[in-house]
């Protein structure tokens, strides 16, 4: 599977509970946090989910 680098480019207050779950879910948390996870199917729908708060780049 392909590498990504996800990133949190927005704040989390104010938006609806699911998608500050899944941002926990993601390993993020704090704006300009990355990680870098295998791009699963399972990731592509969490950064559906929040697609507005988060930058994907791939290695």
């Not at 599977?1 to 990504?4: D, G, L, N």
């Given at each position: 599977?392909?590498?990504?680098i996800?990133?949190?480019?927005k704040s989390i207050i104010d938006?609806?509970?699911n998608q500050k779950?899944?941002?926990k879910?993601?390993?993020l948390g704090k704006i300009n946090?990355?990680?870098t996870v295998?791009?699963?199917p399972q990731i592509a729908g969490m950064v559906n989910k929040v697609h507005n708060l988060?930058?994907?780049k791939d290695i």
């Open positions: 599977m392909a590498q990504v996800i990133t949190q480019i938006r609806p509970k779950l899944t941002i879910a993601l390993g946090k990355s990680v295998e791009y699963t988060v930058q994907v």
